[in-house]
Nanobody
Framework: QVQLVESGGGLVQAGGSLRLSCAAS????????MGWHRQAPGKQRELVAVISSGGSTIIADSVKGRFTISRDNAKNTVYLQMNSLKPEDTAVYYC??????????????WGQGTQVTVSS
């Protein structure tokens, strides 16, 4: 079993910054891609950013230039640095990861989510 635990959410004023962290623990052989999604009230969950094990990234157009994703493979942790936050960034942010528990046992996992609220 694998757990993803997010931290770093909270309340911030527009223009401010937050840094989210997500640490994976448990039965881990290796981790493939890691990423962040978000879901605002009344909206579908959407991709924010993903990063491969080699460091390649994909960033959603809505946050490009403001958000940066990174990871520390030694710590099985992914980060989301969020700058110049806007009220429309308000959402629950979810971490996800593709994890090999053994050489052949692969599945995706989600964290429990962390609330980010940006006030105007």
């Amino acid at each position: 079993q694998v757990q993803l635990v997010e931290s770093g959410g909270g309340l911030v004023q527009a223009g401010g910054s937050l840094r989210l962290s997500c640490a994976a623990s448990g039965s881990i052989f290796s981790i493939n891609g890691m990423g962040w999604h978000r879901q605002a009230p009344g909206k579908q969950r959407e991709l924010v950013a993903v990063i491969s094990s080699g460091g390649s990234t994909i960033i959603a157009d809505s946050v490009k230039g403001r958000f940066t994703i990174s990871r520390d493979n030694a710590k099985n942790t992914v980060y989301l640095q969020m700058n110049s936050l806007k009220p429309e960034d308000t959402a629950v942010y979810y971490c996800n990861a593709g994890v090999y528990s053994t050489r052949s046992d692969y599945r995706g996992y989600w964290g429990q989510g962390t609330q980010v609220t940006v006030s105007s």
